[in-house]
């Protein structure tokens, strides 16, 4: 099922508007030690916005700079005017048991970066008004699609018009992407504007950082049982599931 974690970035103000702060901010980012650390190798570090279960939609390491690198996080800074000093509002909602994560997230900033990241840890539907209003510099951010198509990854989160689009991230090449999948019926051509509107939003401008891919576990016994899979909702495909001779 298309799960993603991602830091959300005010794209519009503030130190995180310039793409070079954005490409620091990630390179800064240990995903690997966080996932091990911080929750026992459940989640997958992510390396684009659409995930594996989108099949072909998916591309491996279309975010260039998901990997860490402090070196290249630090040049990245210096250009992108995200100085030692500089503060940062980390925005998250502290009644949903993100507290190690933000925590993590602070102490490798501050370590690798020289920033200073101040925790804004509020209610749930504070941070959403916070959200709204662009009261951030990075905040806490998942998304879960209603539908599995690659437009209910897309055009929410990086749309310029879109009310989920939190980060206020507008690039109007992107936007006439969005509109061609929408409206375009030939399948080849749909993947193509889908890959083309990640390729720009993500690898390019790094509208959002993508962190982890939510990983799920189900546990039968294939002794007995066959047939058994999971559809994109991560639903048994009961109708499939039989005992085995």
């Known amino acids: 099922m298309f799960a993603i974690n991602y830091i959300l970035v005010n794209n519009a103000t503030g130190p995180m508007a310039n793409p070079d702060a954005r490409r620091a901010v990630s390179l800064a980012i240990d995903r690997k030690a966080i996932s091990e650390g911080v929750f026992q190798g459940s989640l997958t570090p992510a390396s684009s916005l659409v995930s594996p279960p989108f099949g072909e939609f998916y591309t491996a390491e279309v975010c260039g700079e998901c990997t860490f690198d402090v070196a290249k996080a630090k040049d990245l800074a210096a250009k992108g005017?995200?100085?030692?000093?500089?503060?940062?509002?980390?925005?998250?909602?502290?009644?949903?048991?993100?507290?190690?994560?933000?925590?993590?997230?602070?102490?490798?900033?501050?370590?690798?970066?020289?920033?200073?990241?101040?925790?804004?840890?509020?209610?749930?539907?504070?941070?959403?008004?916070?959200?709204?209003?662009?009261?951030?510099?990075i905040a806490r951010a998942a998304w879960i699609v209603d539908y599995p198509t690659v437009e209910s990854v897309l055009s929410p989160l990086l749309f310029s018009k879109s009310a989920d689009n939190d980060g206020k991230y507008n690039n109007p090449q992107v936007d006439t992407l969005i509109n061609q999948l929408r409206a375009q019926k030939n399948d080849d051509e749909r993947l193509k504007a889908a890959k083309e509107a990640e390729r720009i939003a993500v690898g390019q401008d790094q509208a959002l950082v993508p962190t982890f891919y939510r990983t799920q576990y189900r546990v039968f016994d294939s002794r007995k049982w066959t047939g058994v899979s999971l559809d994109f909702f991560e639903n048994a495909t009961v109708a499939d599931i039989s005992l085995k001779a």
């Open 81 to 137: 005017g995200l100085t030692p000093g500089t503060h940062l509002r980390l925005l998250y909602n502290n009644d949903g048991g993100h507290e190690a994560l933000v925590q993590a997230w602070k102490d490798q900033l501050e370590r690798n970066l020289g920033v200073v990241v101040d925790l804004d840890g509020v209610p749930f539907a504070e941070q959403v008004t916070k959200r709204d209003n662009g009261e951030f510099d």
